[in-house]
C-alpha cells in the first residue's frame, strides 16, 4: 500500500513537471504564423449585409433598441422552454448576423447540436460575419483534430478555451487529479455562462449547453431546461461582459495550448474542414427549415414575445474566487440573493441541485423568521431524474431542515414526467414513433454531464443516471428559474448552490414583468404536478426513530441512519393535489419510498454513502 502511494505521488509529480510549463513564445508565433498561412479568408459574400437572412426576432430588438432611452429602456423578451424553438432561434439569429456573433457555454459536444451549431458559425464567418467562441476547457470540443482545424477554418472565426488545465485542451485523468493536488482552487473555478449574442442587439442566456440533451435529442436521457431570449439594452451589458471574458488572461487563443500548438506545428498540411455528419440528419433538416420559416417563427417565438421596459443582465466575473473579497466579481450572485431576500409571499425556485450555500440559508432563515413567512416552492430532481447522484445525497440528507425549517415545498422530478415527454413526442412526431415510458429507445447513450468537477471527462461514467425499474426515455431537471412574489423573474445559469455561489462564473437575466413572472411560474409550476413529480414530505414514524435520525443527521460523518424525516409521495387516484400541510394530505397520498425508480445499484449505495460521509464537501460538488 505504501508503495502504491509512493508511486502515485512520483506520477503526479512528473505530470505537474512535465504539463506545468506554459508554451513558448518562440513556439506560439510559430504556431500563429503556420495559421495564418493556412487560414481560409475567401467570403462567401460581398454584400455590406453579409447577405443575412431577414429575422423577425432580431427587427424586434432593433426596433426596441431605437425606442429605448436611458430613463426609459425597452426590450423584446422570449421565454424559450420549448427545446426546438430554443434552438430554431439560435439558427435564425446566427443566419440573421450583419456583424458579430459571440458565444459562451460550458459543454459543446460533438454530436448532432454540436456539430450543427458549429456548422451554421462557420458559414456565419464566410459570409463575413466576426463570430468569437470561448468554451469552458473541461467540457468542450475534446478533439485536437478539430481545434488544429477550427484554428484556421476561417479568418473571421476566432476559438478560445477558458482556464485550460495545464495549457491544454485535453484533459486526462492523471491530469485532472494531479490539477486538483496542485492548484485547487484555480482548476475547480470554470465558466458556467452560457451566452449567444449577435450583432449586440439581442442574445439568449439560460441553461442549455451545446450538445443534444439539452434540445431534446438524445436517444436515452434528456434535460428540461430554459433559456431567455433578450433583445434591447441589455445586449449591451452582454457584450460588456463577454468582452471582460474574452480579453481575461484565463481564456486562451488556440495556438497557446500545448497540445493544439504541437499539432498545429507537426502536421504539414491541414485537414480539410469536412461536413458534418449527424446520426439523425432528417430531424437537422427539420429545424433547419424552421429557422426561416416566417409562419412557423411567428406561432413558436415572435406570438410568445413580450414587448417590456426593465431587464437587467447581470454576469460574475471571470477567475471570481481569486476576488474572495470583492462583491462586484460576484455580481450576478448578488443579484439573486437581493432578490429572493425581498420576497413577501412567494418564491417559486426551480434548480437542479437543491443544495444550498450557507448564505442561501442563512437567507431562507431570515424569511422564516418573518412574521408573515413567503411561501417556497421548490422543483429540483429526484434520485432517479438527476446525473449528479453525489448532490443528490447531500440534498437528501438535509430533508428535515428544508421541509421544517426553512418551509421548502419540495417536488421532485419523475424520470418518465408525462410533460416532457409529451413534448418530445410532438417536437419528434415527423420522425417515426417517439420513445415514452412504455418503451425503450434504442441508440447511444451521451454520458457527460455538467455537475462541477464530478462531470469531468475521467469520471464521466460515474456521472451516468442512476438505473431504474422502469424501461424508456427519461428526462432530469436542469433548468434554473426563480420567481418572487409574481413581479419579477430570473433565468440564468445559477445553481442556487455552494458552487455556483463560489467557484463558477454564472450569468442570467431578471425580468421586472409581471407578465413575463406569470409565464415562468406557470411553467416551472407545471413540473411540479402529480404525473411530472414526486411530493416530499415527512413520513410517518415513530418517535424513538426520529429522535435517532435528527441525532444520526446532526453528525458531520458517520450518518447511518437509514430513515429520514421526510420520503417521496405519490398521488393517489381520484385524489386532487393538495399541499403537504393539508390535513387530508395523508389520505391522498402514498408514500413510494425514498428513491422511487431507482434499481438497486452502486449508485444507491453511492449515494447513501455520500449521505453518510460526504457533508464536507458540498462546494466541490
Given at each position: 500500500m505504501r508503495?502504491?502511494g ?9 505530470i505537474l513537471v ?7 513564445p518562440?513556439r506560439?508565433?510559430?504556431a500563429?504564423?503556420?495559421v495564418a ?8 459574400c460581398?454584400?455590406?449585409d453579409h447577405c443575412?437572412?431577414d429575422?423577425p426576432?432580431l ?5 426596441a ?7 426609459e429602456p425597452?426590450?423584446v ?9 430554443a434552438l430554431v ?9 450583419q ?16 456539430q ?6 462557420l458559414?456565419?464567418?464566410r459570409?463575413g ?5 470561448l ?5 468542450s470540443f475534446?478533439?485536437?483534430a478539430l481545434?488544429?482545424?477550427?484554428a484556421?477554418a476561417?479568418?473571421n472565426l476566432q ?6 488545465t495545464?495549457?491544454e485542451a ?6 485532472f487529479?494531479?490539477g486538483?493536488?496542485?492548484c485547487f482552487l484555480?482548476?475547480?473555478?470554470r465558466?458556467?455562462n452560457k451566452l ?7 442574445g439568449i ?10 434540445f431534446?435529442?438524445?436517444?436515452e436521457?434528456?434535460y428540461?431546461d ?12 452582454m457584450?460588456a461582459?463577454f ?14 495550448l500545448?497540445?493544439v500548438?504541437?499539432h ?5 498540411a ?5 461536413a ?12 433547419q427549415?424552421e429557422?426561416?420559416?416566417p409562419?412557423?417563427l ?6 410568445q414575445?413580450?414587448r417590456t421596459?426593465?431587464v437587467d443582465?447581470?454576469s ?5 474566487t481569486?476576488q474572495?473579497?470583492q462583491r462586484?466579481a ?5 443579484h ?6 425581498a420576497?413577501q409571499h412567494?418564491v417559486?425556485?426551480?434548480t437542479p ?7 442561501a440559508?442563512r437567507?431562507?432563515a431570515r424569511l ?11 422543483s429540483?430532481?429526484?434520485l432517479a ?5 453525489a ?7 438535509h ?7 426553512d418551509g421548502f ?7 418518465h ?8 413526442a410532438?417536437?419528434?412526431a415527423?420522425?417515426g414513433?417517439?420513445?415514452?415510458p412504455?418503451?425503450?429507445a434504442?441508440?447511444?447513450?451521451r454520458?457527460g454531464t455538467?455537475r ?5 471527462r475521467?469520471?464521466a ?6 438505473p431504474?425499474?422502469t424501461p ?7 433548468a434554473?428559474?426563480?420567481v ?9 445559469s445559477h445553481n442556487?448552490?455552494p458552487?455556483?455561489?463560489h467557484?463558477?462564473t ?5 425580468v421586472?414583468d409581471?407578465?413575463f413572472?406569470?409565464e ?19 413520513r410517518?414514524?415513530?418517535s424513538l ?20 424525516y ?5 398521488l393517489?387516484a381520484?385524489?386532487?393535489?393538495m ?5 387530508a ?10 428513491f422511487?425508480d ?7 449505495i453511492y449515494?447513501r454513502?455520500?449521505?453518510?460521509f460526504?457533508a464536507?464537501?458540498?462546494g466541490?460538488?
Open positions: 508503495q502504491r509512493v508511486a502515485l505521488f512520483l506520477l503526479l509529480a512528473a512535465t504539463s506545468g510549463c506554459s508554451v513558448s518562440t506560439i508565433r510559430r500563429d504564423a503556420v498561412e493556412r487560414v481560409q479568408r475567401t467570403l462567401d460581398d454584400r455590406p443575412a437572412i429575422s426576432l427587427d424586434a430588438a432593433r426596433q433598441l431605437a425606442d429605448s432611452t436611458e430613463a425597452v426590450h423578451v422570449t421565454l424559450l422552454n420549448d427545446s426546438e424553438a432561434a439560435r439558427l435564425n439569429l446566427i443566419r440573421a448576423a456583424r458579430s456573433v459571440d458565444i459562451q457555454t460550458y459543454i459543446w459536444d460533438q454530436d448532432d447540436a454540436g450543427l451549431v458549429l456548422d451554421e458559425l458559414k456565419a464567418a459570409r460575419v466576426k463570430v468569437r467562441i468554451a469552458d476547457q473541461l467540457f475534446g478533439d485536437q481545434l488544429e482545424r477550427l484556421g476561417h479568418e476559438v478560445r478555451l477558458y482556464n485550460p495545464f495549457h485535453q484533459t486526462s485523468v492523471a491530469e487529479t494531479a486538483i493536488v496542485c484555480t482548476f475547480n473555478q465558466m458556467h449567444l449574442l449577435v450583432d449586440d442587439a439581442i442566456t439560460g441553461g442549455r449547453n451545446y450538445q443534444d440533451r439539452y431534446d435529442w438524445d436517444d436521457f434528456d428540461v430554459r433559456d431567455v431570449m433578450v433583445g434591447g439594452p441589455a445586449a449591451r451589458a457584450a461582459s468582452e471582460t471574458f474574452w480579453h481575461h488572461r484565463r481564456s486562451v487563443p488556440l495556438t497557446h500545448r497540445d500548438n504541437r498545429i506545428l507537426d502536421n504539414e491541414p485537414t480539410p474542414w469536412p458534418p455528419r449527424y446520426a439523425h440528419p432528417q430531424r437537422v433538416a427539420r429545424v427549415e429557422a426561416e420559416d409562419d412557423w411567428d406561432d413558436a417565438l415572435v406570438s414575445t413580450l421596459g426593465r443582465y447581470f460574475d466575473l471571470p477567475a471570481k481569486e474572495p473579497q462586484s460576484r455580481e450576478f450572485t448578488a439573486v440573493m437581493r432578490m429572493v431576500g420576497a412567494e417559486v425556485l426551480q441541485y437543491l443544495v444550498l450555500s450557507q448564505r440559508e437567507l431562507f422564516r423568521q418573518g412574521e408573515s413567512p413567503p411561501r417556497i416552492i421548490v429540483t430532481n429526484s431524474s438527476t446525473d449528479a447522484f448532490v443528490y445525497a447531500l440534498s437528501y440528507k430533508r428535515k431542515r428544508y421541509l421544517k425549517d415545498e419540495i417536488y421532485e422530478m419523475k424520470p414526467a408525462t410533460g416532457p415527454a409529451q413534448d418530445n410532438d417536437a419528434s415527423d420522425e414513433p417517439a420513445p415514452t412504455a418503451g425503450h434504442p441508440g447511444r447513450h454520458v455538467e462541477g468537477l464530478l462531470g469531468s475521467g469520471n461514467r460515474r456521472n451516468r443516471p442512476a431504474l425499474t424508456g426515455r427519461r428526462f432530469g431537471l436542469h434554473k428559474s426563480i418572487v412574489d409574481d413581479d419579477f423573474a430570473m433565468v440564468g442556487f448552490d458552487r455556483s455561489d467557484y463558477n454564472e450569468a442570467g437575466v431578471i421586472y409581471a407578465r413572472a406569470s415562468l411560474r406557470d411553467s416551472i409550476l407545471r413540473d411540479t404536478q402529480p404525473e411530472n413529480a414526486w411530493v416530499i414530505a415527512p410517518q414514524q415513530g426513530s426520529m429522535a435517532i435520525g435528527d441525532f444520526s443527521a446532526s453528525l458531520p460523518v458517520f450518518d447511518l441512519w437509514p430513515y429520514r421526510a420520503t417521496s409521495y405519490d393517489k381520484g385524489c386532487t393535489p399541499r403537504p400541510s393539508d390535513p394530505f395523508l389520505s391522498c397520498y402514498t408514500p413510494v419510498g425514498d422511487p431507482v434499481a438497486v445499484s452502486p449508485k444507491l449515494t454513502l455520500i449521505t453518510a460526504g464536507g464537501v458540498k466541490v460538488l
